[in-house]
T-cell receptor, first 114, second 114 residues
Framework: DAMVIQNPRYQVTQFGKPVTLSCSQTLNHNVMYWYQQKSSQAPKLLFHYYDKDFNNEADTPDNFQSRRPNTSFCFLDIRSPGLGDAAMYLC?????????????FGPGTRLTVL | AQSVTQLGSHVSVSEGALVLLRCNYSSSVPPYLFWYVQYPNQGLQLLLKYTSAATLVKGINGFEAEFKKSETSFHLTKPSAHMSDAAEYFCAVSHTGGGNKLTFGTGTQLKVEL
């Protein structure tokens, strides 16, 4: 089945220690998104890629970076995690188009910062 | 700017009772609207979407939603709740600009009681 895969499902890091979360997809979608979701809150878009074009949300901290080496893979790098960065990180994909296209979500990576 | 408002952060129903989760939208153009469900420690799964083809939209797991332009609403209903419906439900609106971005409501936690 075509899907969005996130690894690892659970990640523990130390305060200030860089961490990378990965996402891969077999849907061959042009667009990939990274969301941050804190407990009992809605997902908050951090950035998205339209093919190789990177689009950062205005309020995404510089501490968050992303790479998309090819269509299938996308990485979220947190350069110096703080306690406030503990959250579920969701990757999603969608086809390109004029709107009304659903996003397909991965299972998420839950990040704990000690 | 497009937005959605979900009334009621927590809804509790008895098993077998009607489920009604409320969503109102704000948009200056005809919107694309979505309902997603999220089970604990999982990603989001699409229940249904409105893309102007039909005002009554049927989705998975017996859910449906009706788009009412006069009321700017897109409420989610299910005639008979099942224990397995207990989850967080998010209403979302799709931006008509590039990237097919979504803006989510704050979510409604559905509890199903015996």
């Amino acid at each position: 089945d075509a899907m969005v895969i996130q690894n690892p499902r659970y990640q523990v890091t130390q305060f200030g220690k860089p961490v990378t979360l990965s996402c891969s997809q077999t849907l061959n979608h042009n667009v990939m998104y990274w969301y941050q979701q804190k407990s009992s809150q809605a997902p908050k878009l951090l950035f998205h890629y339209y093919d190789k074009d990177f689009n950062n949300e205005a309020d995404t901290p510089d501490n968050f970076q992303s790479r998309r080496p090819n269509t299938s893979f996308c990485f979220l790098d947190i350069r110096s995690p703080g306690l406030g960065d503990a959250a579920m990180y969701l990757c999603a994909t969608s086809a390109s188009g004029t709107g009304g296209l659903e996003q397909f979500f991965g299972p998420g990576t839950r990040l704990t910062v000690l | 700017a497009q937005s959605v408002t979900q009334l009621g952060s927590h809804v509790s129903v008895s098993e077998g009772a009607l489920v009604l989760l409320r969503c109102n939208y704000s948009s200056s153009v005809p919107p694309y609207l979505f309902w997603y469900v999220q089970y604990p420690n999982q990603g989001l799964q699409l229940l249904l979407k409105y893309t102007s083809a039909a005002t009554l939209v049927k989705g998975i797991n017996g859910f449906e939603a009706e788009f009412k332009k006069s009321e700017t609403s897109f409420h989610l209903t299910k005639p008979s709740a099942h224990m397995s419906d207990a989850a967080e439900y998010f209403c979302a609106v799709s931006h008509t600009g590039g990237g097919n971005k979504l803006t989510f409501g704050t979510g409604t936690q559905l509890k199903v009681e015996l």
